[in-house]
């Protein structure tokens, strides 16, 4: 093949890729099928602790308030909602916030891990994004390993003192980008290259993904700051209720 | 054969990005008339598929039947790998979903598309490596080494194309003809803790409420030129979706006295119909699956 | 003299902020009788609803169903009889269909499962929704929500219905079939307690009248007493039924004797002035 033929191809390849992916900068939800059974099985054993531990936390908290039941369900259907709508874009496309990392500020990481649990079981029957066989997989990335280090980065900032709505920024924004390379990772897992293996396959899927990620990351950090900037001007009651003026 | 079946697929994929562009296309000029709704009801099309599950003709039929069916049916297509089983499950669930469930061809390919730029992007990133040989049928001089293909990995991406869409055909059968709270009565009935199950249900409740909410206010801030550009969208986004929690937060005791009011004391029951099993349906979705098990075997 | 079913003696509700919103509110329902609870907003109506029901506890003060003094353990006894339809129907409404709703409050009775499935289907009947059942309450518009929330309450066979402001979001269409819905409430013998704002209304379906204000009960009597009284209306802010105030004017014009005989309906004020003709020329 001519080199200009080849060139002329790649740049076709890349613009259908970006024209077909571009309008839809969402999570990185991995689609129903796309893991084998093996990594669907893994990856649902490695997130069961997890979601056990968050299960028991939320058992305690509703044996000591049974009423707090509807406050759990309706910031579940809160970070559901939050993420499936349309956020504003500079490029007029349309991206969707995770959420989590905003979720765990609030609502604290262990009751986020089954919130989000169950958000991702909505979104794969309410929205098609992700699956089934790949709930463990997605609940790992985005529920577990995002929103731990949303809360870490949250707590880390405020014990060094750092500005707070930096700190929150940087929760939201970091978060953000860990569950964008855990995702990665899990993708590269599944599909290791042939010849760098898993790390270079992992270099192949972060940067495909960047162009969509890196800029969703910015505008969820900024997101997340408004909306606790509103949250603290609005409402304190509300929010002792749910536990984040205590720690905040 | 194979190639053949690349081909089709490749024509598929167009289709695919055909409806997608198309969708989004109609999306943004929903924004412009902001009451023309994609599929005719409220919550702006956000939440289609809902609607669609509800219309479907085939929702009578026993939610247990239809969540294994269509359970069985995804396991049998990541386990079996096969491409020949890909593809009689992605023509065998658009016939139940289109033909018995009575969805528009259009509807069906819509949410089919949805994860279309993550199939798309995630099947390129697999069908290319690096090498610093020139090998493969195409290759890409980058400066460091090579971009290359070859036709090998090219048919396994587009085999591993047909067996996501195959999968996603899978779950497209539960969630567009089961509406949810069926769904959530399905997993009650596979023991599933009780507290998770009220969890759900509530969840499932609050969305659509949540979502009246945020339309509402939406609407008040967006004449109020709330949405003039990027800088006022982020703030007016942020000050909506606060508010919007913060007013649902507000009314959680409400709405647990409402329950209380009727009695409720910690343990969520609701009354479901019972929809029967026919042997009609069980005896050609045994057939179904011996024919893919067949399938299988014979195409090794 | 009538059954009593509920006494309120000296009740008084505090919010967890510390806001007195019940001051000590006595008073005695009887069998079949159909009462509207006017007051301003705020002026503690909801919350007395609700401590009659049941799901808030007094701070002080006692509430006697029938023969039997409310406490803790037969708290699920008043529930059941007192049933309450809310103001806002969505913050009501639970399930995601319209059946499973409808049977939330039979199920929570721990009926047998024919027996919730049959009052269901009667509630629907009643409320006009039959072939609703499937439908999830998203896709309902306001009014048929509204039916949906009555249907619950009318599924669990109260003795006592309270219907929290029924008619502040409801179109006239939706009003109108509400009003038909009491009557037939009414025919039936049930005791039924309304709030609401629209004085004309307390005015030509209660019998008694109970008037709010800051916590505490000051009128009680029936409509024409309480309307009547020029010092409560203005307490309340309210004004007086457009019927009475027509029935003035008529008397003091001198078009009608001062009988007292003060017309509910427009129909009932044609017969008082057909009467009132015949007397003249006859
Ligand atoms: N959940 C609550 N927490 C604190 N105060 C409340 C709450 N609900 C109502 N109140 C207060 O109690 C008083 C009585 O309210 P309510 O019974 O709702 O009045 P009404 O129904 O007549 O409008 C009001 O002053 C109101 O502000
Ligand atoms: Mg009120």
Known sequence: ?248 | MEKWIVLSAMFLLTILVFVVKRRNGRRHGERAHEHRHSFGHKHGGLISIDYLAYSSKIRHWNPTFKVILSVLTIILCIALNNVYVSIVVILAMAYLVIKVGGLALHDYLSVLAIPLAFILISIFAIVIDFSDQPIGIYHLYLGFGYLYTTMAMLKYGVFLMLKVIAAISGLQLMILTTPSSEVISVMKKAHVPKDFIALMNMIYRYIFILLDVFAKMKNSAESRLGYRDFKTSCYTFGGVASNMLVLSLKKAGAYYDAMEARCYDGELMFLEEDKKVEIRLIVPAAVYVLCLLLLWYLTR | MKNRILKVDDLHYVYGNGKLALDGVSVEIFEGEKIAVIGANGSGKSTFFLNLNGVYTPAHGEIIYREMLVNKKNLNELRKNVGIVFQEADNQIIASTVRAEVGFGPMNLRLPKEEVIKRVKEALAYMNLSGFEDRPPHYLSGGEKKRVSIADIVAMKPEVMIFDEPTVSLDPQNAMLLEEVLLKLGGEDKTVLISTHDVDFAYRWAERVLVFCNGKIIADGTPLDVFQNMEILKLTNLKQPTMMEVYNVLVEKKILPDTQAYPKKVQELKAVLDDCAVLLSG
């Open chain 1, 1 to 248: 093949m001519k080199k200009s033929h080849k060139i002329i191809l790649s740049i076709i390849t890349l613009g259908v890729l970006f024209w077909g992916s571009t309008p839809l900068a969402q999570a990185m939800h991995i689609m129903e099928g796309y893991l084998p059974p093996k990594y669907c099985i893994i990856w649902g054993v490695i997130s069961l602790p997890f979601l056990a531990a968050g299960w028991f936390s939320i058992k305690k908290t509703l044996a000591e308030h049974r009423r707090s039941i509807t406050i759990l369900a309706i910031a579940g259907a809160f970070i559901f909602v939050i993420s499936s709508l349309k956020i504003p874009s500079v490029t007029g496309s349309c991206s969707h916030m995770t959420g989590t990392g905003l979720g765990a500020i609030l609502f604290g990481a262990s009751s986020v891990s089954i919130l989000g649990f169950i958000v991702l079981i909505f979104q794969a029957i309410l929205l098609a994004h992700g699956g089934l066989t790949t709930l463990g997989a997605n609940t790992f990335s985005m529920a577990i390993a995002g929103p731990i280090v949303s809360i870490g980065i949250y707590k880390l900032c405020q014990a060094l003192k750092v500005n707070k709505y930096v700190g929150i920024f940087l929760a939201a924004f970091i978060g953000d980008l860990f569950t964008y390379c855990v995702t990665s990772v899990q993708l590269a897992l599944a599909y290791p290259s042939a010849q760098g293996g898993v790390a270079a396959s992992a270099i192949k899927f972060l940067t495909v993904f960047a162009p969509t990620q890196l800029p969703l990351a910015i505008v969820e950090g900024l997101l997340t700051v408004l909306i606790i900037i509103a949250l603290e001007t609005y409402a304190t009651t509300e929010l002792t209720d749910i536990g984040f003026v205590k720690e905040g």
